[in-house]
Every structure is written in structure tokens, then in C-alpha cells.
């Protein structure tokens, strides 16, 4: 059984830091994807292979 956590951080522009990921080693996982008006999320790995999540949209 695997365990694992993924975090997610806040930013004004999803794919900007997804092509940054990729520039340093990182792969993208999960594109840019809608969740409701104005809000969408996307996951890519570190070169460790960690799992680290975005968001954009409003957070609160």
C-alpha cells in the first residue's frame, strides 16, 4: 500500500508554472482543468517524482 500527500499552491497562472516546472526537470501530470467559474487546478512531479498540485481561481 502506498501512502502520499499532495499539496497545492496558489497562482495567478497555471500553465506559466507548469512550462517553469518543465524547464527545471519537472514533468506535467494533470493539464490545466477546469473545477467550477473561474477555478482550475493542474499537478506535475519534481524530478524526485513528488507530486505538487496548483491552483488558480479565488482562495478565499
Same mark, same amino acid.
Do not use: R
Given at each position: 500500500?502506498?501512502?502520499? %500527500?499532495?499539496f @497545492? %499552491?496558489?497562482v495567478? /497562472? *497555471? #500553465? !506559466? @508554472? *507548469? /512550462?517553469?516546472a518543465? #524547464? *527545471?526537470?519537472?514533468?506535467?501530470l494533470i493539464?490545466p482543468?477546469?473545477?467550477?467559474?473561474g477555478?482550475? =487546478?493542474?499537478? =506535475?512531479? /519534481?524530478p #524526485?517524482?513528488?507530486?505538487?498540485g *496548483?491552483f #488558480?481561481?479565488? !482562495?478565499?
Open positions: 500500500m502506498s501512502n502520499w %500527500v499532495t @497545492y %499552491v496558489h495567478g /497562472d *497555471l #500553465q !506559466a @508554472y *507548469l /512550462d517553469k518543465e #524547464q *527545471l526537470g519537472g514533468k506535467t493539464p482543468t477546469p473545477i467550477s467559474e477555478e482550475a =487546478f493542474a499537478w =506535475f512531479s /519534481d #524526485q517524482g513528488n507530486c505538487i *496548483l #488558480q481561481g479565488n !482562495a478565499g
